[in-house]
């Protein structure tokens, strides 16, 4: 088997982890530049000065063992980008002592520069593989990197278009960012190769989110949802509000996306999001995203094919109906998009008296950005 390139991270360190192809060693080391590849993180420079060498794991064991060393890499680069990184004024010449080994300068691409306030470059970007299933691999990053420096100040997913217009993963577009007020955001977002853990300016990008909802065409309008922290790391942070379309017709292509992805980004981020649709004056669907998703009815007209996989049972005489939708890769965006819409207009729903109550975690403020109402 071919060996894969290494992706190297610089973390400065006088404590660190020695891996080989052949086991694991642990040792204490004064040597700066770490190599994260398929054998896990490996020591370049200086020999350790002292180590304990462990049999070789075997099966399962490697995998778990080597995804282990990938969260423990990623939370000490999170650690070091955040707590001691200073980027100075963000020019080219403050960054590039920083962009050693794996790291690399995000330079202001043309059509990002009435955004960047004069500067060159607006991040330094660490890139991190995501093995296996990507949903499940982003959230070991997730939680590691969470327990070495704090709960994120905010959550959720870009969408089928992310920041600055960059595609997103097939799979979904899941981030967490931590962020110090007018100042700069430490970001972890899944990539078309894999993840990524970015230091960039706070300005930048919140002002590009804004200009992207105020100017932009829908089809390239940010998508996904936000989950901030109502604390005082976002004070003074603006999340744009969801766009409504019109027309029955038009539904179907912002909701499909919104939904094929929904419980990978949930699970990927280990937070659950919920939204209930009002026709009028009542509850119609109930939308529930964590590590599956479900989808709740209470139906005066719709009648439920159970051949779909609409169940029901009944809480203090009402009738609710549930269908489980899938979990992470199961979803069926553009057929239950369909069958949501059928659902509406059975009901008698308006299109212009449908509105929506979000639910999300205590403590935050959830925007469904991406649902269409």
Known sequence: MDEQPPVILYL?????ILTAIGGIRLTVMASQRFDLHEGGVVHQGS???????????????????RQGRLRRAGAAGAGRLWRETDPGDWSREALEPLAGG??????????ER????????????????????????????AEAIEAAIGPADSAGSHGPTGP???????????????????ARSLELRATKAGAELCLQPAE???EWRHAAFEW??????????????????NEGLSTPGARRVSRWAALPGLLAPFLRTLPAETYAIGRSVGVTAIGGNRPVLAIRSADRLTVEGWFTYFVPDEGLGWTQRTERTVRLWTLDAGGPGEVDGDGLARHLVEVFKAEKVSMAK????????????????????
């Open 114 to 141: 009435r955004h960047a306030g004069g500067r060159e470059v607006r991040g330094l970007a660490f890139g991190l593989p995501l093995e296996g299933e990507p949903a499940r691999a982003f959230r070991g990053y």
């Open 102 to 111: 794996g790291a690399r300068l995000v330079p202001v691409a043309e059509h």
């Open 164 to 182: 600055w217009y960059e595609p997103s993963p097939d799979w979904g577009a899941p981030f967490l960012r931590w962020r110090r007020t007018g």
């Open 47 to 65: 020999r350790p000065a002292a180590g304990l060498r462990l049999g070789r794991p075997r099966g399962g064991r490697v995998r778990r063992a």
């Open 354 to 373: 449908l509105r929506k109550v979000v639910h999300g975690p205590d403590g935050a403020h959830t925007v469904l950005i991406g649902l269409g109402f």
């Open 12 to 16: 400065p360190a006088a404590v660190g």
């Open 216 to 233: 932009d065409e829908p089809s390239q309008l940010p998508g996904g949802f936000v989950i901030n922290a109502l604390n005082a790391a």
């Open 204 to 206: 930048p990008y919140e």
